[in-house]
């Protein structure tokens, strides 16, 4: 009998309890749990326990503004950053509503402490930022903007250690080497160098020339922008690059074998661009010795051997006659010495590691050649009277009518002319010229 007694006792109060619970309303019950909250939970560093949403997106506006007062500098490896801790873009509202997600709890659970959590501030994702450190190619970029997003989300130092990649194991093979005289004429080579040197090329990364030297390139003329991007095209050619832009030099240069050099200009937006295709990261390293370039590229695993092969078909030049009445009768004069031309064709003979063996076309050039010209004395030695009467009789006999069709055997309109033949310069119409190619040029 007690025993039941007991049993509705308690069956009461459980009753009691529960329209207690129904009856308080729910705000007042989480408003009870904020101030049952345990002390201490943070959200990138900023204590937020016992506030509201609104309190917490103020307290966190007011020490981000704090923050970002500051640059964020990276450095390591000898080479540095900054930062302007104004791109950093920073997600309150997210970083509030996984709060609540972990520290709130069902009202009923009323009487239970809640969690102590210390969260980061959620940062969105930056692409500039991470295009930023990725220029300094001693770096791990991924690492490294890992490195800065999390000291930021904690509204820690703005000092962040960059992950400086081990180029030792990068060093295991060389793919490929190129040694080159530097010319007299290119200028800025060591400068060039010294923004090339150490460069790592990730799997499927682009590497564009005038991109990578873009603050460097006013340091070198022309020639020495053409003669490092040739040595690097040279290079690269022996490794598992393909070739995305590519454009020759108008005339061969006196370095590398023909079809093998590149030509350069930001202004007409001609660029050297390739891709690394390959399964691993590519090292380029570029050392001067003294007056000598030479450029390696370096892998941790050799994937092929590679064979570069250059067909070479000669063109002829053109022989180019001027004809003067200056010069004595019978002289000429040597205007322009000739050269051949050349159709120059590069292919690629890979070998991988199977033995499977494949011929690919890298390029088909063209170096026009350069005319012979040769001035002439036009005076030609007079004529006596017999000889005039020679010519008009010839004349007479090549206009006979032999075969009776009523036409002449022989029409003089017909002759042709050689266009290789022109009059002395004082005889040019106004205005008109000879090109270096010995053509006459009319305005």
């Known amino acids: 009998m007690s025993y039941i007694?007991?049993?509705?006792?308690?069956?009461?109060?459980?009753?009691?309890?529960?329209?207690?619970?129904?009856?308080?309303?729910?705000?007042?019950?989480?408003?009870?749990?904020?101030?049952?909250?345990?002390?201490?939970?943070?959200?990138?560093?900023?204590?937020?326990?016992?506030?509201?949403?609104?309190?917490?997106?103020?307290?966190?506006?007011?020490?981000?503004?704090?923050?970002?007062?500051?640059?964020?500098?990276?450095?390591?490896?000898?080479?540095?950053?900054?930062?302007?801790?104004q791109d950093i873009q920073f997600d309150i509202e997210s970083s509030i509503k996984n709060y609540r997600n972990?520290?709130?709890?069902?009202?009923?659970?009323?009487?239970?402490?809640?969690?102590?959590?210390?969260?980061?501030?959620h940062?969105?994702?930056?692409?500039?930022?991470?295009?930023?450190?990725?220029?300094?190619?001693?770096?791990?970029?991924?690492?490294?903007?890992?490195?800065?997003?999390i000291q930021a989300s904690y509204l820690k130092s703005h000092k962040v250690e960059a992950k400086v990649t081990d180029f030792t194991q990068l060093e295991n093979e060389r793919i490929?080497?190129?040694?080159?005289?530097?010319?007299?004429?290119?200028?800025?080579?060591?400068?060039?160098?010294?923004?090339?040197?150490?460069?790592?090329?990730?799997?499927?990364?682009?590497?564009?020339?005038?991109?990578?030297?873009?603050?460097?390139?006013d340091s070198a003329n022309t020639e020495g922008l053409n003669f490092v991007g040739s040595m690097i095209y040279n290079t690269v050619l022996q490794g598992n690059v393909d070739i995305l832009e590519r454009h020759p030099q108008n005339e061969l240069p006196n370095y590398l074998q023909p079809g093998l050099n590149v030509f350069v200009d930001a202004f007409s937006e001609k660029d050297f661009q390739f891709v690394n295709v390959s399964k691993y990261p590519y090292l380029l390293k570029l050392t001067v010795e003294g007056e000598k370039l030479k450029v390696e590229l370096f892998s941790s695993i050799k994937e092929m051997t590679v064979e570069l092969s250059v067909a070479q078909e000669s063109i002829a030049p053109r022989i180019i006659n001027r004809y003067s009445k200056k010069l004595p009768m019978g002289t000429s004069k040597l205007i322009q010495e000739g050269k051949a031309g050349l159709r120059v064709t590069v292919t690629r003979i890979v070998t991988m590691d199977n033995d499977?063996?494949?011929?690919?076309?890298?390029?088909?050039?063209?170096?026009?050649?350069?005319?012979?010209?040769?001035?002439?004395?036009?005076?030609?030695?007079?004529?006596?009277?017999?000889?005039?009467?020679?010519?008009?009789?010839?004349k007479n006999i090549e206009n006979l009518d032999l075969n009776g069709d009523g036409l002449p055997d022989y029409d003089h309109s017909n002759d042709s002319h050689d266009e290789n033949v022109y009059?002395?310069?004082?005889?040019?119409?106004?205005?008109?010229y000879y090109d270096?190619?010995?053509n006459l040029v009319t305005s």
């Open 176 to 217: 490929g080497l190129t040694i080159e005289q530097i010319p007299e004429n290119a200028k800025g080579v060591k400068a060039l160098v010294e923004g090339l040197d150490g460069y790592v090329l990730q799997p499927n990364e682009t590497f564009s020339f005038l991109s990578v030297l873009e603050n460097l390139s």
């Open 356 to 394: 499977e063996q494949k011929v690919e076309e890298v390029s088909r050039d063209y170096y026009a050649p350069t005319n012979r010209i040769v001035l002439n004395s036009s005076i030609q030695p007079e004529t006596s009277i017999e000889d005039e009467e020679s010519t008009s009789n010839s």
């Open 123 to 149: 940062i969105k994702e930056n692409a500039d930022l991470k295009e930023q450190i990725s220029y300094i190619t001693s770096w791990d970029s991924e690492e490294t903007y890992q490195r800065v997003i």
């Open 423 to 432: 009059n002395d310069d004082d005889d040019l119409p106004p205005g008109s």
């Open 436 to 438: 270096k190619g010995g």
């Open 102 to 121: 972990l520290v709130d709890q069902p009202f009923y659970l009323f009487w239970k402490s809640e969690k102590v959590v210390h969260i980061p501030i």
């Open 5 to 85: 007694k007991s049993h509705k006792v308690f069956t009461f109060i459980l009753v009691i309890v529960a329209m207690v619970c129904l009856l308080i309303p729910v705000h007042y019950l989480k408003v009870f749990a904020d101030e049952k909250q345990a002390n201490g939970s943070t959200i990138g560093g900023v204590a937020v326990s016992g506030l509201n949403d609104r309190e917490i997106k103020d307290v966190l506006e007011k020490r981000i503004n704090e923050w970002r007062s500051e640059p964020v500098m990276i450095s390591g490896g000898g080479e540095e950053i900054r930062i302007d801790s």
